[in-house]
């Protein structure tokens, strides 16, 4: 059986974006009735080095848009990232999800041999086909970035379970007789 670079990375990030986008809405009521600024939750961290929630779901963002542009071989456009609240992450979410969605299936057609070159800080290159792209940097980057951003809303009494973060594959659960 052969699975498609679409489906090892398109088919993951847009459900996730989703439930990203769902939790972020929950943190959000959460906090207005917790009578808490939501806006607060913006800066929240789970520790002192890593980034807040803001730029966690700016880098989940980043990292589904610039995998679906090198997959789909188009030039990678970089987002100013200057959300500075829920409601504007919401958008950024939105955004990310069309531009991937605007992008046709047959794009990623041979992405899996295609080189690509990945500048990194200090001076350095990754350079991976597809596969490796998107199997062992991208998909994992952004689930990684996913996944605290939903740590930090747990971590901040948002009433979320594991079911909240795969509410997707929910669609796949049947009830045996």
Not at 3 to 26: D, G, H, Q
Not at 103 to 131: D, K, Q
Not at 155 to 163: A, E, P, Q
Request: with cysteine.
């Amino acid at each position: 059986m052969r699975v498609s670079i679409y489906s090892t990375a398109i088919e993951t990030f847009l459900p996730i974006l989703r439930n990203l986008s769902e939790i972020l809405a929950r943190g959000q009521q959460h906090f207005i009735a917790s009578g808490r600024n939501p806006e607060e939750l913006m800066q929240c961290r789970l520790a002192p080095d890593m980034f807040p929630l803001a730029k966690q779901v700016q880098q989940a963002c980043d990292k589904a848009r610039n995998a679906a542009a090198r997959l789909a071989d188009i030039a990678p456009t970089d987002a100013a990232n200057a959300e500075r609240t829920v409601d504007e992450l919401q958008a950024l979410i939105g955004q990310t999800i069309r531009y991937i969605e605007a992008i046709p299936a047959s794009a990623y057609e041979g992405a899996e041999s295609r080189i690509s070159e990945l500048p990194l800080p200090g001076r350095r290159m990754l350079t991976v086909n597809g596969l490796q792209l998107a199997r062992d940097w991208m998909v994992p980057n952004f689930y990684f970035h996913v996944v605290i951003a939903y740590g930090i809303l747990r971590h901040n009494g948002v009433d979320l379970g594991k079911r909240d973060f795969l509410a997707h594959a929910v669609a796949y659960i049947r009830q045996l007789d």
